[in-house]
């Protein structure tokens, strides 16, 4: 399969399917007059990364699946006969969205009950804006 169909069938570009060869993710071969050539099973591999980065995996944590990604990846990760590095990175990174959505949260309510309350003590006053004035050009106008 060529790299536009692919990219077509996966829903995503050519130039994120280079990326991805980049980084070690996906392979291709080349056809004699250069373009590239990809297996079959690269529409599930292709599928199964953007899988992973959309639920909050970067580049790198990908490649701790790299085995897993020429197959349906199980609803969970847990007991599917997963090596121990993958899982160690899944628990890193669900760790770390745990503690990304904490901050969001925290950041929320604050924001949220400042709207709440009137600003500057006077339910809707707002102070007035400051007058901006503009410096003279220095040739005089």
């Known amino acids: 399969m060529r790299i536009g169909a ?3 069938a996966a829903g995503t570009t050519t130039r994120t399917l280079r990326f991805y060869e980049q980084e070690g ?3 291709s071969t080349r056809t004699p007059n250069g373009y590239r050539d990809y297996a079959d099973g690269a529409l599930l591999r292709v599928r199964n990364i953007r899988e992973l980065l959309t639920i909050g995996f970067t580049i790198n944590d990908v490649r701790a699946f790299l085995r897993f990604l020429d197959r349906d990846l199980p609803p969970t990760f847990g007991d599917s006969g997963g090596c121990a590095t993958a899982m160690r990175v899944a628990d890193e990174r669900l760790t770390l969205l745990r503690e990304r959505l904490h901050t969001l949260t925290r950041l929320h309510d604050s924001l949220a009950a400042r709207l709440d ?3 500057f003590g006077s339910p809707g006053a707002c102070p007035p804006a400051p007058q901006q004035t503009l410096p ?3 040739g005089g106008a």
């Open 117 to 119: 309350r009137p600003a």
């Open 136 to 138: 003279l050009s220095e």
């Open 25 to 27: 993710l996906l392979d």
């Open 6 to 8: 692919l990219a077509d």
